[in-house]
Nanobody
Framework: QVQLVESGGGLVQAGGSLRLSCVAS????????MGWFRQAPGKEREFVAA????????YYVDSVKGRFTISRDNAKNTVYLQMNSLKPEDTAVYCC??????????????????WGQGTQVTVSS
């Protein structure tokens, strides 16, 4: 069992930056593939980025490539999402998730076992 708590959301103008953090409680954080998802009002939750257990493999949805960076610090049980050049369409609740899987990296929602409550990101134009 692992519990995930996100922080770092807020209101920012278009073109600005935010850094989200997700701290995991429990043991063996390094055994989980970690991901970030987001859900905008009236839309389904969508995949944003994922990182493998060691951080050696990373995957992004096309819409955030070149602007967002996912990273992890296994010693701190934390995964990050650095978001630069934010756009109004990035406005959403951002959640981190953990997958207990043998795969190197996963992007499908159903493959993730644990979810945080989310943090609101609002980008004004």
């Amino acid at each position: 069992q692992v519990q995930l708590v996100e922080s770092g959301g807020g209101l920012v103008q278009a073109g600005g930056s935010l850094r989200l953090s997700c701290v995991a409680s429990g043991r063996a954080f390094s055994k989980y593939v970690m991901g970030w998802f987001r859900q905008a009002p009236g839309k389904e939750r969508e995949f944003v980025a994922a990182i493998s257990r060691t951080g050696g493999n990373i995957y992004y949805v096309d819409s955030v490539k070149g602007r967002f960076t996912i990273s992890r610090d296994n010693a701190k049980n934390t995964v990050y999402l650095q978001m630069n050049s934010l756009k109004p369409e990035d406005t959403a609740v951002y959640c981190c998730a953990a997958a207990d899987t043998t795969a190197t990296i996963v992007i499908a929602r159903y493959e993730y076992d644990y979810w945080g409550q989310g943090t609101q990101v609002t980008v004004s134009s």
